[in-house]
């Protein structure tokens, strides 16, 4: 059976950055560089170690958001990222992770 491969080469994507910082921005193009490292590694250590820093990443982008940043008494960035990884850990061990891409 042959392999399916994309046609497309690159992907450009476009996005509104305008009410956005530069460490926002910063961090929009850390995640999105790291998430294509993490896709296509084919080395388990690389892939287990650029996942980790994909996710430090999308946690910290979760602190740097308008919202956090303006309700930085209630310390919302960092109850956000505790909810996120509880809802994670608590979909992996009722294994409800599926893949959503049709």
Known sequence: ?????PEMK???L????????PTQVRLIK???G???HVLAADEESEYFEMSSELMKKVA???KHADFANNNKKMNYGNQAV???ID???????QNKIHNLDN
Do not use: C, G, P, R
Request: glycine share 0%; net charge negative.
């Open 30 to 32: 850390s995640v999105t």
């Open 82 to 84: 505790e909810f996120a």
């Open 34 to 36: 790291l998430l294509t």
């Open 14 to 21: 476009k996005l509104d950055v305008e009410s956005l910082t």
């Open 10 to 12: 690159e992907l450009i």
């Open 87 to 93: 809802f994670i850990n608590e979909s992996l061990d």
């Open 60 to 62: 910290e982008a979760i």
């Open 1 to 5: 059976m042959h392999e399916l491969k």
